[in-house]
T-cell receptor, first 112, second 115 residues
Framework: RKEVEQDPGPFNVPEGATVAFNCTYS??????FFWYRQDCRKEPKLLMS???SGNEDGRFTAQLNRASQYISLLIRDSKLSDSATYLC?????????????FGAGTRLAVHP | DGGITQSPKYLFRKEGQNVTLSCEQN?????MYWYRQDPGQGLRLIYY???????QKGDIAEGYSVSREKKESFPLTVTSAQKNPTAFYLC??????????????FGDGTRLSIL
């Protein structure tokens, strides 16, 4: 089983739609969680951290369920510019340092 | 502007050749990392360094080497022992924290191909 699993997509949605991405992780000792966004042939960029209480940043909402080892990202009112791959990232303290484990990403395509 | 600079953007390697990828940061971050990304896969850690003059192997260190002589710089050498070097290489840095709540920030990457 992969350490971090994501649905690869692609998710094809019209502008204005609400879309949700899910991510599961295998190690219950994982400490921190992030969502990154990666545009085609570019570097990943931090979208938001994910907190146990859930957090929101404009149109984006992230949720964490530690009991189910599940993270989600909700995007409301999708824009064309939201088209990208969304990477789920889990942090685990391993080998003396905080190791980031990346999911393979979920691709989103927003169309007019 | 503070950030992470990787160079070159594109690099071609001949068989049997070692090549070095540059990574410089002016964010005053202690920790630096090298990742490799292959199509359709997540990032995989090659090497990391938490302080100057110290570095550790990641999950796929074979065929690679690094140095950390300065806080700002963490060059990666892809040696001839790396038989499948074609990939997108990403350098990252972060503040260190005991709780792992500091995100990593990435350079814009180097694409390496075999000639």
């Amino acid at each position: 089983r992969k350490e971090v699993e994501q649905d690869p997509g692609p998710f094809n949605v019209p502008e204005g739609a609400t879309v949700a991405f899910n991510c599961t992780y295998s190690n219950s000792a994982s400490q921190s969680f992030f969502w990154y966004r990666q545009d085609c042939r570019k570097e990943p960029k931090l979208l938001m951290s994910v907190y146990s209480s859930g957090n929101e940043d404009g149109r984006f909402t992230a949720q964490l369920n530690r009991a189910s080892q599940y993270i989600s990202l909700l995007i409301r009112d999708s824009k064309l510019s939201d088209s990208a791959t969304y990477l789920c990232v889990v942090v685990l303290f391993s080998g003396g340092y905080n190791k980031l484990i990346f999911g393979a990403g979920t691709r989103l395509a927003v169309h007019p | 502007d503070g950030g992470i600079t990787q160079s070159p953007k594109y690099l071609f390697r001949k068989e049997g050749q070692n090549v070095t990828l540059s990574c410089e940061q002016n964010l005053n971050h202690d920790a630096m990392y090298w990742y490799r990304q292959d199509p359709g896969q997540g990032l995989r850690l090659i090497y990391y360094s938490q302080i100057v003059n110290d570095f550790q192997k990641g999950d796929i260190a074979e065929g690679y080497s690094v140095s950390r002589e300065k806080k700002e710089s963490f060059p990666l050498t892809v040696t001839s022992a790396q038989k499948n070097p074609t990939a997108f290489y990403l350098c990252a840095s972060s503040r260190e924290s005991g709780t792992g709540d500091q995100p990593q920030h990435f350079g814009d990457g180097t694409r390496l191909s075999i000639l």
